[in-house]
């Protein structure tokens, strides 16, 4: 797989704040409501993602408020495939990636993983789900 090549710096649209429970789709309405989400999650507006969405983004530090719009550097790339889709997540912050963060990444995405497999056979979709890890990626000067 070629590195992912991810703008820097990144603009993240704050999605589902920390804590937050209520994932939405593109048009505002209710997609799910889930367990707590321990990161704040968003997406890159202008960027298109393998899964034909726009790129999503964790954004590591405190609860930021849904709607915000801030700008942070990309730390790492986690893989995640969505219905049989490449759909990963660029996790950004302040400072470097540390290894605590890392794990509560790779945690956070297996139980997701079981979370989505299951809401997925309560939809009648059979696409693969599943969690690839660290993904190669590069930055490239955001226009």
Same mark, same amino acid.
């Given at each position: 797989m070629p590195? =992912? =090549?991810?703008?820097s710096p990144?603009?993240?649209?704050?999605?589902v704040p920390r804590f937050g429970m209520v994932k939405r789709r593109g048009d505002a309405r209710i997609d799910f409501v889930a367990l707590p989400s321990p990161f704040n999650y968003g997406s890159v507006p202008g960027t =298109?993602?393998?899964d034909g969405d726009p790129l999503d983004a964790i954004v590591l530090g405190p609860r930021l408020p849904?709607?915000?719009?801030?700008e942070r550097t990309p730390l790492a790339v986690f893989g995640f495939?969505?219905?049989? %889709?490449?759909?990963?997540?660029?996790?950004?912050?302040?400072?470097?990636? %540390?290894? %605590?963060? %890392?794990?509560?990444?790779?945690r956070f995405f297996r139980f997701y993983r079981g979370f989505k497999r299951g809401l997925q056979r309560v939809r009648g979709q059979s696409e693969p789900t599943e969690v690839l890890g660290?993904?190669?990626?590069s930055c490239r000067d955001a226009d």
């Amino acid at each position: 797989m070629p590195p =992912l =090549l991810v703008p820097s710096p990144l603009t993240v649209v704050i999605e589902v704040p920390r804590f937050g429970m209520v994932k939405r789709r593109g048009d505002a309405r209710i997609d799910f409501v889930a367990l707590p989400s321990p990161f704040n999650y968003g997406s890159v507006p202008g960027t =298109l993602a393998p899964d034909g969405d726009p790129l999503d983004a964790i954004v590591l530090g405190p609860r930021l408020p849904k709607g915000c719009i801030v700008e942070r550097t990309p730390l790492a790339v986690f893989g995640f495939v969505d219905r049989g %889709r490449l759909d990963p997540k660029v996790v950004c912050g302040h400072g470097p990636l %540390r290894a %605590r963060d %890392r794990r509560a990444v790779e945690r956070f995405f297996r139980f997701y993983r079981g979370f989505k497999r299951g809401l997925q056979r309560v939809r009648g979709q059979s696409e693969p789900t599943e969690v690839l890890g660290w993904l190669p990626w590069s930055c490239r000067d955001a226009d």
